[in-house]
């Protein structure tokens, strides 16, 4: 996802390509939360790897919507982690506003656009 973004560089930097592919990972480890929150009851009725049943399950917790806010509201720092590292990284981005959207909008369409869904 990042390399296109490196090979039109005029020169590399080690530690930055380090600090935008661990933002990249961080990223794709947002989405993966998301994404299963978004697909709970699914994955659950059909048996498929779930991170937020994992992480309920791992802490002898029961599926309640009480423990599915705090999984969300973690999700949610991680989230805010993601879009701080961004910010920092695109403060001398004339336009940086339309630069938060346009990434807010790439997270948004991966997850199949904004919809509603109950747990």
């Known amino acids: 996802m990042g390399l296109p973004a490196w ?3 005029d020169r590399l930097d080690s530690d930055a390509m380090s600090r935008h592919r661990r933002w990249l990972r961080s990223v794709g ?3 993966g939360w998301i994404d299963d929150v978004v697909d709970i009851k699914e994955d659950e009725a059909h ?3 779930n991170r937020v049943l994992l992480r309920l399950r791992a802490a002898g917790v029961r599926r309640t919507d009480a423990a599915l806010i705090a ?3 973690d999700i949610a720092r991680l989230g ?3 879009s701080d590292r961004w910010n920092s990284r695109v403060a001398a981005v004339p336009d940086r506003a339309r ?3 346009e990434f807010k909008t790439c997270l948004t369409s991966w997850l ?3 919809r509603f869904h109950s747990f």
């Open 7 to 9: 090979l039109a560089a």
């Open 99 to 101: 630069s938060l959207d």
């Open 71 to 73: 999984v969300v509201q």
């Open 80 to 82: 805010r982690s993601v």
């Open 47 to 49: 048996g498929y790897p």
């Open 29 to 31: 480890e947002l989405h």
């Open 112 to 114: 199949g656009g904004p």
